[in-house]
């Protein structure tokens, strides 16, 4: 089983390890599409539109986002599918656009991974 990673798109010039996934609901500001190519989007599993605006990216607030957003991962079984085979396979990198590093989607996403691949059906 591979390691996940997420890692702000902005940095280290786009370098990831692994199969890349962007996580993110909206392409990142900035970024060409080019600059992507090999990076698979998966804009399904990234938190709702209602929940990314109640979170507004509070920190006081992220246990009830996580909470939330992996509810909401729950029920996209058939989009989380390919991330956790790729994990199977190799390392993944979850690519995200926030700036907090440490309260964002791909943070919970990344965790919830992690449980998934390490449960009975891992």
């Given amino acids: 089983m591979g390691d996940i990673i997420a890692r702000r798109v902005y940095d280290d010039g786009g370098q990831v390890e692994g199969t890349a996934f962007l ?14 190519e090999r ?11 209602e929940l990314r605006r109640w979170f507004g990216h509070r920190p006081e607030r992220f246990a009830e986002f996580r909470r939330r957003y992996r509810e909401e991962l729950d029920g996209e079984a058939d989009a989380v599918r390919p991330l956790l085979e790729a994990a ?3 390392p993944v ?25 390490a449960g009975p059906d891992g």
Avoid: I, Q
């Avoid at 990076?39 to 539109?49: C, E, F, G, K, T």
């Fill in 23 to 36: 996580v993110d609901g909206m392409w990142p500001r900035g970024v060409r599409k080019e600059d992507l």
């Fill in 39 to 49: 990076v698979h989007w998966v804009r399904d599993l990234a938190p709702s539109a």
């Fill in 88 to 90: 199977r396979h190799g």
């Fill in 93 to 117: 990198t979850l690519l995200y656009a926030a700036k907090d590093t440490e309260h964002n989607n791909a943070v919970v996403l990344r965790e919830y991974l992690r449980d998934r691949l």
